[in-house]
């Protein structure tokens, strides 16, 4: 029968004993998990980084991995920070290696390989041709977290204008970034700048944001010789995996523009909200 997680085990009426089952601590742990990975912490500790010779250092960090997706049933994998040693490319060619768990907790290296063969990824990273040891090799991999049932996986993207400077009216793509998400969700997105005229005739700016192309959301922004704020926030649904969002700016009208650069900063920010039902 089911025991409660955490409460002593029992001698039954027969003898026998009723206690805590690897099988439900893995069904708790199922369910505290929206998807295998990475479990939060400090994000910049959690990258991978080459050494002076043919091996990769890997931080201490905890992995959450499914046991069976379909019964919701998982396990925590602790690693300590380790140094996995790696062979030498080949000629000298450049390599993707993937930095991964197994479920015996033991990190391994699958080399010229852009996915594991089991487990959970912990990083992607690209040998340059002619490297004499892995220093130089560079991640090209976003990190995916295990994210607690419902949390928020917080800010995903974010960009900020250094202000300054003419900004053209014509299409002009101001900042792009892919992101990653574990389940459906509801994003939400900020946009908000203040500007004004080159020149005293004026005109409007706008700011493109999309999503994949597809979802786009417009603000427009008038201006003239005087500062002027402004602000948008939209919201809208995106499903599991990966996206790209942009944000372009487009003028209309005889004058170009310029942005702030004091406390009134031209800033973009793409927020997870939450799983979407």
């Given at each position: 029968m089911a025991h409660p997680l955490g409460l002593p085990s029992e001698q039954l009426a027969d003898g026998s004993w009723a206690g805590t089952t690897p099988q439900g601590i893995q069904r708790v742990l199922g369910q505290m998990y929206m998807n295998a990975g990475i479990v939060p912490g400090n994000r910049t500790e959690h990258r991978v980084v080459g050494t002076t010779g043919w091996s990769y250092d890997v931080p201490a960090l905890t992995a959450f991995m499914w046991i069976s997706h379909s019964a919701r049933r998982g396990v925590l994998v602790p690693v300590e920070a380790e140094t996995v040693p790696v062979s030498a490319p080949v000629g000298g060619a450049s390599r993707t290696d993937t930095i991964?768990?197994?479920?015996?907790?033991?990190?391994?290296?699958?080399?010229?390989?852009?996915?594991?063969?089991?487990?959970?990824?912990?990083?992607?990273?690209?040998?340059?041709?002619?490297?004499?040891?892995?220093?130089?090799?560079?991640?090209?991999?976003?990190?995916?977290?295990?994210?607690?049932?419902?949390?928020?996986?917080?800010?995903?993207?974010?960009?900020?204008?250094?202000?300054?400077?003419?900004?053209?009216?014509?299409?002009?793509?101001?900042?792009?970034?892919?992101?990653?998400?574990?389940?459906?969700?509801?994003?939400?997105?900020?946009?908000?700048?203040?500007?004004?005229a080159t020149g005293s005739a004026g005109g409007r700016a706008e700011f493109l944001i999309d999503i994949d192309g597809s979802w786009q959301r417009n603000l427009a922004c008038h201006h003239d010789s005087q500062w002027r704020s402004y602000h948008g926030s939209w919201s809208t649904g995106v499903s599991v995996g990966e996206h790209t969002v942009t944000v372009k700016t487009q003028g209309y009208g005889t004058d170009d523009w310029t942005f702030n650069t004091n406390n009134f900063r031209t800033e973009f920010s793409l927020w997870d909200m939450g799983a979407d039902d």
């Open positions: 991964y768990i197994d479920l015996d907790g033991v990190v391994k290296v699958a080399e010229g390989k852009t996915s594991a063969p089991a487990g959970v990824e912990i990083d992607r990273m690209v040998i340059p041709a002619g490297a004499t040891n892995t220093r130089g090799a560079v991640s090209n991999w976003d990190i995916k977290y295990a994210i607690p049932t419902g949390a928020s996986l917080g800010r995903l993207a974010f960009w900020a204008h250094p202000g300054s400077g003419t900004v053209k009216k014509p299409v002009t793509t101001q900042f792009t970034k892919r992101f990653y998400v574990p389940s459906d969700r509801l994003v939400k997105l900020d946009m908000g700048t203040t500007l004004r």
